[in-house]
């Protein structure tokens, strides 16, 4: 895989920011968090043995490290991100971990010039939901795609189902502000909440055989309340608005207490199990 021009400005900035250290820092916590949701995905990917599966937004590589446990020294998995803070840690842990199928690449997968044609399998966990040209975008991943290549991708559904976002976000509204509604198309995590709406994206990108159903599952952050909260608090909507708004550290204290208070609800025998609705879509590749 050779290296394309990074698209200027947006994502790419976005995690050279404090933000894409902070991912870094609550890394551990993340994939532990998120465990149940890579579960879910790579029961629908249905990988095996031996094939080459293509991982989009892979971030600090737990997607891309799983992959490519399950298709052993035979496959082989590339993982494509537009962080080199991310990717950089990737590397590191496939390096601890002695995996030697899996490589990554820093690139912007709308327009990156992927292999055509060579793998049996793409898949994303929260990943696609950050094209400015989403047609644009899955049209040039699915073109790496073999065949009838398996995509298999999962979003967050809508803000008000995933109490993980909504909670934080809601605190940090009544302490500082409403910063208002952003668009709901507009690329972020929420932006393929709407599983009509993506699906007229696959057909309009050439692909067929296309399914889109929303799931539940269980977040299962570790860690006590105040550090769960406090995790919650400094990553997604809550930062973002302490951060428009120039809340103080004061502010910032305030909001995790109030997000302790609301996550109390959830916090069952001593863990956490945070109720989230996710939307997960297949499609084959032309």
Known sequence: ????????????????????????DFESSLDVSMSGVLERLLEYADLNVAQNVLDIGCGTGASSLAAADIVGASGQV?????????????????????????????????????????????????????????????????????????????????????PWFAIPRQVAVDRLGDPGVAKPRAPGPFAFQDIGY????????????????????????????????????QLGPAARIIQEFEGTQEDARAIADGVAQGFSAFLKYGEFHIPATLNMFTASCP
Not at 1 to 16: Q, R, V
Not at 217 to 232: Q, V
Request: net charge negative.
């Open 1 to 24: 895989m050779t290296k394309s021009t990074l698209t200027k400005g947006g994502e790419a900035d976005f995690w050279k920011s404090a933000f894409g250290h902070q991912w870094i």
């Open 78 to 162: 590339d993982a494509a991100d537009i962080s080199t803070v991310l990717l950089e840690r990737a590397r590191q842990k496939a390096l601890l971990a002695e995996v030697e199928n899996v490589k990554f690449e820093l690139c912007d997968a709308q327009i990156h010039p992927f292999p055509k044609a060579r793998y049996d399998r793409i898949i994303s966990r929260f990943g696609m939901m950050f094209f400015d040209a989403p047609v644009t975008a899955l049209e040039n991943i699915a073109k790496a795609g073999k065949p009838g290549c398996r995509l298999v991708f999962v979003t967050w559904a809508q803000v008000s189902e995933n």
């Open 198 to 233: 993506v699906k007229d994206l696959l057909i309009s990108a050439g692909l067929s055989d296309i399914t889109g159903q929303e799931i539940s599952c269980e977040l299962t952050p570790p860690g006590d309340i105040a550090a769960t909260a406090n995790f919650a608090s």
